[in-house]
């Protein structure tokens, strides 16, 4: 597989617009585990694979189990994860799938149960931000296999 361009050096603006909102949402106060399942779920619907070697690699430097990382595509048949991330996952599902079925009302209250206003804003804009992620890997083909976490992975 081969990348189509390198679109950080054709538009470097839009790479320091998406940058910053990478930096505002890892200041926000959402869980970093949280949100690399986040972006780990969302990249897996999506099908990029970049971000999901990515952001697999990232949760394991940042202390995620193999088996919960290997049970996220079916998170809502295991008891492995809390309801605090059942409802992030449901979230990302429905947001990252939005025209399906445009997030009934159940699923908003059953989410929001679990955060606050201001934590379901930017967990909103956490999915958001992936999802554009996604949209630059996939159409551009971002070559997986590359990226090495900040932190390594413990061993």
Request: hydrophobic letters at 45%.
């Amino acid at each position: 597989m081969e990348a189509r361009m390198d679109y950080a050096k054709a538009a470097p603006g839009a790479m320091r617009a998406m940058n910053k909102l990478e930096a505002y949402l890892a200041a926000c106060g959402l869980e970093s585990a949280l949100t690399d399942l986040v972006k780990l779920r969302a990249s897996q619907i999506n099908g990029c694979a970049y971000c999901v070697d990515m952001h697999s690699l990232d949760a394991r430097a940042g202390g995620e189990t193999e088996q919960r990382l290997y049970a996220l595509p079916v998170w809502q048949e295991t008891p492995f994860f809390s309801e605090r991330e059942r409802a992030a996952l449901l979230w990302t599902e429905k947001l990252t799938l939005i025209a399906l079925d445009h997030v009934p009302d159940a699923v908003y209250e059953q989410v929001r149960a679990q955060f606050t206003d201001e934590e379901l804003a930017n967990l909103t804009l956490a999915i958001a931000t992936i999802n554009a992620w996604n949209r630059f890997g996939i159409s551009f083909r971002d070559v997986p296999g590359r990226y090495q976490p900040a932190k390594p992975p413990p061993q």
